[in-house]
């Protein structure tokens, strides 16, 4: 049974402010509320995950241990907007890191997600995760994709299933501009 070589990468990504207003959907962030966010930052920083899986096809997994599920879980049921907050903090973490390991990936361009193969899976179990037939991993802050980044949406095991690439009309639920008659 083959398993791919596992290598830990030791990332610690910088605060990507910009991206975490994204995610948050948040326009402004006071100094307070600011430092309260990085305190949560520097808190997961010890529970963030990257590995290298493989040597010659490799790819990268970025994770946080499930701990911060849990509290993402527990301030959701107190306060769903400091949960909403805290959520785009992990979401953060782990774009932050792949933007840090691979600068190529941009503003607009994706990870794309590879095919769940035997020894991929097997590979990822000895590090306590389940790739699961659909591409997801079992973790809700994760991700795992070609390292270096290559390939795009044509190798993505998602292409079928990601709105990108089903050409639905979403005008009518992003915001638009009144159409000229």
């Not at 975490?20 to 995950?49: H, N, T, Y």
């Not at 035997?118 to 590090?127: A, D, G, M, N, S």
Request: with cysteine; aromatic share 8%.
């Amino acid at each position: 049974m083959k398993i791919l070589s596992i290598t830990q990468l030791p990332v610690q990504p910088e605060f990507d402010f910009p991206t975490f207003l994204f995610l948050s959907q948040i326009e402004e962030l006071g100094p307070r509320d600011m430092i309260a966010v990085l305190d949560v930052w520097e808190k997961w920083l010890p529970l963030l995950k990257v590995y290298k899986l493989g040597d010659r096809k490799e790819h990268v997994v970025v994770f946080l241990e499930s701990e911060v599920e849990d509290q993402v879980d527990e301030i959701w049921k107190q306060s769903p907007s400091e949960g909403f907050k805290h959520e785009a903090i992990a979401q953060t973490m782990i774009m932050g890191t792949l933007k840090a390991l691979m600068p190529e990936l941009g503003e607009k361009q994706c990870a794309p997600v590879p095919e769940p193969t035997k020894p991929l899976c097997r590979t990822l179990e000895k590090i306590g995760l389940n790739l699961q037939d659909s591409g997801a991993l079992d973790r809700k802050y994760a991700t795992i994709t070609p390292y270096p980044h290559r390939y795009g949406c044509e190798r993505c095991h998602l292409k079928d299933s990601c709105i990108k690439n089903m050409n639905l009309d979403l005008g009518g639920i992003m915001k638009s501009q009144p159409k000229a008659e």
